[in-house]
């Protein structure tokens, strides 16, 4: 009952076996060898163009022709390991037409992330360094590649994000930014009184701080609040800069107020008292 | 049992390698010379007509035109390429089916975003400087693409939207809009008294503000509040300036109330004393 | 090394591009015109015949008569332009399989719009000049069209929505509607002196306000809330008159209470004083 | 350069749209024709049946037979029309394996709504008449058709639901419905005497109100509120009528509750006072 | 140009349209007698042997019969239907691929639902009578079938459940339940002495109350409240018998508390006065 | 015209439908025999080996054992099913590719349910006894199996979730847990000496408490409240105790405070009072 | 009527299902003898080697080489097991492809996890020991596979991710995070004076802890809050002391505004009194 064992001839699988993996640890330590002849020519190549060059802009070519070298790399290795499994494995297995559709479906996740990655470089929608939302995570660019993005979080964290995670990007790092700053007037000052002394604040601070643009203006009361007038102060600034400009508004704005005795109000609530 | 190295022609295949490179750098030198030539062309023509037309849709057609002439020689090109390939690459590696599923996968995005944009183009849902909501995303349009659609956000943020990801779009600059304020009063003060007021400011700033092309009108008691009578009011204005119309009616209405001396409510509460 | 340069007959294709382009020019400058001429004949008809009928319907006639020509014409000027490329690119690329698929996909989103928008239509689910909600737009119909529908957000802003994105149609200009007022009475009050005094705006208003159809009536005790008694008063209107029926029953039913004596309560709080 | 325009035989095509045009108009009004004759017919079977039948379930069945007369028609004709198309217009473009994809598309959709609609209607989900929540919308069914269900909802809102929209059907006119009324007592009310109270006032109304099925009954503690120990009366009633019962039930616990000098708390904070 | 019509033989056409109608009809017929001659025999075995069996199970048991017979039936029915249709209007119609295409988009959602069922019954994950939570809706099970399983909710609606939108089954109806009551006590007071009370509490009704099986027992300090320290008691109940439980232990240990003079606390505050 | 029906040979039918079913039923009969025979013989030989291996571990395996045991008698009875219907029913109706392709959709759940239940197997993510979440349910397994898995829920209820529905397991079964309890001190105490008291009752419970691991320690400020400063205090305890520890902490934590006059704060407010 | 039975050759039936049944034995006894033999020895490589290398990624590269020998094992074995299984069964069943199809179906997700799985190992994404959020779980890595990744949450619990749930990867175990601690000055309080006292406690903790590698820094005025002015600090920190460098500064800040007088405001409000 036993004898099926037999049918297989062991010798001839062993040879088989062993033959396959001396080849793939061939191939495997020529592949690192020549991936890190590459990747020292290319980088050689690129530090002494940086000093022609804009760095962030070197930066990215650099880092799409190591990934471009990489993943040529990667294929043309591919290629030989799959000619090595296709005559000896295959005809082992009878299922070979499944390791077809593994590959398939392997592959439309990889080629989504490079025609992703494709159209992100090619139309330069991401440089190193710039200030990006993409995926859903926030922070600055540290490499961009074909198949993942790498984000450094404000908190430090680095996010790898998968090419075709990407579908929006929002870009923070090109042009100018507005700084937004909203500021609340009791229901009982006057509006006039108060646009006044914010728009000569914002004169003062449109002269000493060399990071803003245009503005900053009162461009008036934006709503109602339950127990404050709300007034919005807006500037353009220079890119990355906004966040510094809206705390020296911030700061400015309240000392003026103070100056001028005008109250930013707590939440306020009418009681009527009754008695049980 | 290494043998099997020498089934492969090391010196033929270093040839091709070789081959396919210069032919792929011929072409990619070529592509950017032809590219560049053609944007100044059309830039150039665009230039001259610019003051013959309305100058956002001069800025549309231009993009749109520079669009289909970069992807008409992307096509071709990468036609090159691929011919270049087929011949060398394919015969190398078996498994030339995987390389055209990977294209054919890649392709669908690609010309989901080509319909989209086209369909966008076609039936003129956005010009170069409309503000718009596409994607979740809202801003002004920087450039409307056949793959992509450029977007400056209110904040400076510069947004890459595929135009896959485009399904409605929430075009705000297409005719008048509407201002709307709401103003709470006592449930003390006398609803006709107040709707008189606030409509002698409708009339006044009706007169004075340009902007304003219907209206504005108390339309009358639009909610209970927990502490206050809500009344609307609604204008029509011109395209933009919707923003600066409810500032300006917010400022005068407060301030009509202030010298008839209505009072917008704080949030009441009623206490009932106990002792514990 | 570069002869493979020779291999492409540079004159040949040269002349096919250039034949290609003239003939694709000659057939998009022909669509314009045939589509200007058959545009208007359309909205002349329809100009004519808008006396006889009702507006809202001949206009959405109208527009899906200017839909369909144009599709038809779209439909045929594209069969010109394929059976051009066909012959010529097709021969000069390998890949005509791709362009195959790309349609295909791109066909697909097309069809979806195409066959919901018929349906719309069909179904008489939409009118021009109609209130209504669709994919999370709501807005009054400006033109229903076969790929997109147009509607004009109360706010002014114009939404194109592809007819794909169109699952469920919330029609809200059919036949009458709800006005719906919910009052708070206190704790403290009669139920039955506060429901009869309701009920008596209810029949002056149901007299004065002919855009009542039906009611209102107060029909009773709705929730206990935390500080009130909630009653509810419900109305049939006509059609768009809803919200105004509304804000007349809130502005009446506020000015009975307050010639009664009903107090509408502010939020109770029971305070129990300790000492620290 | 411009002689391939030669090549098409311009009298024959004429000739061939105008055929095509003329025999799609004839189709076209032969199916209105018969379309109103037939609806016509099934309408006046149906009156003249509605004495011997339940109303509700009469006008499905009239609903469900003018829905597929119409789909047997369109089917049909359309199979006319297809038949036109496909000898002449396919001979012109070679791209007609582009049309059948775009109708298989477009049929899954149709084929979707009416399996799903087959169903509904085969295990009688639906009558008209009915109150249900399909598809995130609810109100009262103005017609079950095999593409689309049309719900009236409660603000007088028509929403059209094509059926492949609905998945679950919650039916709120099958049977009895369930009546629930939550009410607080003090934390210092005794629970025994307000239970007391609220079941006397629940077998009063029991006696009184025809539309109560079972109950009402008080079952007991339901949960311990920030201010107030929460009571659960809860009854079964009429189809139909449970808010009307729900109300009927608030005003007489409220009225028991006032006659036995039992408080329906306000909210209560126990305040401890510093001073700064 | 209108001989076209001559074409079509419209004698063999009516002929062959009446002959389908009347096959069709008369399978019609013949289905609804089988059916409800089946229905009746397979109600009248079960109602023989519910004696002996326990009531749920044999309801289900009752019908799954009805619904494996039901489809047996419409799949030969259905089987007919085809067959006659096949030899005509597929002659008639050249699109005979779309009417398969068709039937298979529906046959797929209708094999969702019955494999999904199929394996409901076959691991009997529902009983008739059990109360579950499905797909987003609880409720009482009132019929199990192979396409659509039918619960009653709490509130008296019927939820008809296509089996393919169930994927997790929560069944409340499978052994014993938990009773779960958290209950606050001062900041200021004993946590030892809490505890033991609630403890007797818990003992007495572990006793009284023949619906519980373990416990209930105090388990200890659960959270600190924003102004209370919560206790948390928990009970193993006899299945559906939670609630009640539930209840009278809140009532019990409300009432404890109020004996022994424990405070179950309002929500605090500590009041700082300044003046403005 | 109803001489069709006479095509059909009906005794022929009648016999191939009778013999189809008995046929049927006896593989059904067979079915239930072989399967009960088997179910016991599993479970005998696993209680014999309970008491040499570890409970759980042999439950699961014995469990898996059922699982492979029933799949594969389902797989080898429908094989005999399938072929008995193959050769009747199949020449009986000619859409055969239906049945085979309602097939393949139906096997595809299955699969997905066994691969992942494999998985899940195979890398010992879940045993029976776990507490464990997958799917958005956490409760203790009660079954793993190769398509459904069981889980009894905290309040008792009975989930069953099949495999596919399974992506991330978290499992609360292996290893020690984290105690966490953050506890309240007023601005106006000592961090120092608060910290201090905490620290010393940690170390008493952490003698006293043999189901901690490690620790309990105070582990600093976490978070400034709006009332008062947090301090946090985390451990490591023996697996599913965590919950009992926290509710000692708590207790002692509470103690040591009210024994050292530190005041856990209510919420405090600032009130500063104006004068209507 | 039964003799179809006679038809099955039961004999010949029994023995192959009892010689594939000690096949797939023998198969499966070998499996684990190889996959026992080949781990240990794998683990002993790495003990040596570990000396020699970093802790983290030795680790990650032993559980690589483990899932890849493991993964590799599982592919032969299961060659051998379907080349048995396809002589035998499929000859035994006609539905030989459902198998192929399932087998299909199931090959996807396991292609996807191999393939995910694969880039992260390539990538270095993830070491054994990082702390990092993936799918939704965070915790620190235990062991990261070809299909699945197992994390170690912060509360104990043992998540299983299978790798194609992995999109994101967020690795906080990458060089320097950041410390962010907000605190509240009153609005009476000086800005200036707040801001120096916190520098000084930032430039003291600077020097005191070891792990703060740049700041902190008082950054600003960061938002107007309710009832106080909020000023905003930021250190960078060595990785994974970021917790712990805030709880520092956050005593530390607290402690230095005690000994200056600076209030931390509790949430104020201004109390207008009326009498009802």
Same mark, same amino acid.
């Given at each position: 009952m036993l004898d099926w064992i037999d049918d297989i001839n062991w010798t001839d699988l062993l040879l088989q076996v062993g033959n396959i993996a001396i080849r793939v640890i061939a191939i495997v330590i020529l592949y690192f060898i020549v991936k890190s002849i590459g990747t020292r020519a290319i980088r050689k190549v690129f530090n002494r163009k940086q000093d022609e060059m804009n760095l962030g802009r070197a930066k990215t070519l650099e880092s799409i022709t190591q990934n471009i070298f990489t993943y040529f790399l990667l294929f043309i290795f591919a290629g030989f390991i799959f000619s090595i499994f296709q005559f000896d494995i295959t005809t082992l297995l009878a299922g070979a037409g499944i390791v077809g559709l593994a590959i398939g479906f392997g592959a439309q996740g990889l080629v989504s992330d490079v025609v992703t990655g494709f159209f992100i470089l090619l139309e330069q929608q =991401?440089?190193?360094g710039d200030y990006v939302t993409v995926a859903g995570k926030d922070g600055v660019v540290e490499e961009v590649g074909l198949r993942t993005t790498k984000l450094r979080g404000m908190d430090g964290t680095l996010h790898f994000v998968?090419?075709? /995670? =990407?579908?929006n990007v929002s870009n923070h790092s090109r042009g100018n930014m507005r700084a937004l700053v909203d500021i609340g007037i009791s229901y009982d000052d006057d509006i006039d009184k108060a646009t006044q002394i914010l728009q000569q604040v914002c004169e003062r601070i449109a002269v000493e701080? /060399?990071? =803003? *643009? /245009?503005g900053p203006d *009162? =461009?008036? *009361?934006?709503a109602f609040g339950a127990s404050e007038v709300v007034l919005r102060v807006i500037a353009k600034t220079k890119n990355g800069e906004q966040w510094a400009v809206e705390r020296n508004l911030r700061k400015a704005m309240k000392e003026a107020f103070d100056q001028n005795g005008i109250e930013i109000p707590f939440p306020h609530q009418v009681h009527i008292n009754k008695n049980a």
């Open positions: =991401i440089d190193v998968p090419n075709r /995670e =990407i579908t701080d /060399e990071n =803003i *643009v /245009e *009162v =461009i008036g *009361v934006q």
